[in-house]
């Protein structure tokens, strides 16, 4: 991933002419293009939009996919609606903290692995994404091998 630099982070917010309104438009895109939200990016966010850097704080908090950590290169969300915990997401988990020596939220190994709280996949459940691409019927077999592929690509 590239590094976030003040420079870039003051073109984006140029890019949104530095409404305060427009700002989870602005985090989402310094996600896009970094992974991540560093607390310097979110003091330097809260001068050029004239906001707290609790207000900005407060909205990188609010929302699961602005993490204030540098992820792994390899990002595993696991499902964790109802219609996948119906269907084995809770134990598929588990297996997937055990398996990869983790918990959630964590990185390690070049893997971060997160919870989701809906991929839209409810009929195929229980649902993973790995580094965006949504996969149904996962279960401890197909997990292993989604990552083995993953990582094979290393």
């Known amino acids: 991933m590239a590094t976030i630099d003040q420079e870039t982070t003051s073109k984006i917010v140029a890019e949104y002419d530095a409404k305060p ?12 293009r970094f992974g991540w939200i560093p607390e310097e990016t979110i003091r330097q966010l809260a001068q050029e939009l004239n906001l707290s850097r609790a207000d900005v704080h407060g909205v990188v908090e609010y929302y699961h996919d602005f993490r204030t950590a540098e992820p792994g290169d390899n990002i595993v969300k696991i499902c964790q609606a109802e219609a996948c915990q119906a269907m084995g997401s809770r134990e598929l988990t588990e297996y997937a903290q055990t398996t990869l020596a983790m918990s959630l939220h964590d990185t390690e190994n070049n893997i971060t ?33 989604l990552l083995d592929s993953v990582q094979g690509d290393e």
């Open 21 to 32: 309104e427009l700002l989870v438009q602005i985090l989402q895109a310094i996600v896009s």
């Open 113 to 145: 692995l997160e919870p989701v709280y809906c991929l839209g996949n409810c009929a195929c459940s229980p649902a993973v994404m790995i580094n965006g691409r949504t996969y149904g019927r996962v279960d401890k077999a197909r997990f292993d091998a």
